[in-house]
């Protein structure tokens, strides 16, 4: 698992930055000399960071979308009083390698009481067949799954667990 240790909240200027984002955004543009550079968005669990890359633009473009994790190497500067990275490598990373914990906002309860909560609602459903259903489709991995999901993208509970 590739660990997280700088959040976007804790950066500063001129810091030095080697560490995994969630690409949120990706344009490839070009400045007004025609020349093109990655404008990108990342996050982490802790805000949002717009991030510039202004070499070989052409090169990385592919290698990351919105919704790929990625090794970002880079300078954290100001600019028009927002902080922002300039970057100097991205490379992505396998999603199955990062706690996404680190990188959305989780429930702030816990996610046992939740899905005990789920289970109980469960058991109370007098129609049989609805019951069993219930019982069949939050079973296993998809309670799993189900219990970590965000509940939307963007407004109401969108976090881990929402």
Do not use: C
Request: overall charge negative; glycine content about 6%.
């Amino acid at each position: 698992m590739a660990d997280k240790t700088t959040f976007i909240d804790q950066l500063h200027e001129g810091q030095q930055v080697d560490d995994l984002f969630l690409v949120s955004r990706k344009t490839l543009a070009e400045t007004k000399a025609g020349k093109p550079y990655l404008a990108l968005a990342l996050m982490d669990r802790t805000g949002e960071i717009e991030a510039r890359l202004w070499d070989n633009a052409e090169q990385y473009e592919g290698m990351a979308e919105a919704g790929d994790f990625v090794r970002v190497q880079g300078t954290a500067r100001s600019y028009r009083d927002q902080l922002q990275l300039v970057v100097h490598s991205l490379a992505p990373v396998n999603a199955a390698e990062v706690a996404l914990e680190d990188y959305m906002p989780a429930s702030p309860r816990p996610r046992e009481v939740m899905v005990a909560e789920l289970e109980s609602v469960i058991a109370r459903i007098e129609d049989r067949p609805l019951h069993r259903l219930l019982r069949v489709i939050f079973a296993g991995e998809t309670l799993e799954l189900f219990s970590r999901a965000p509940a939307a993208k963007k407004m109401h509970h969108a976090y881990l667990g929402g």
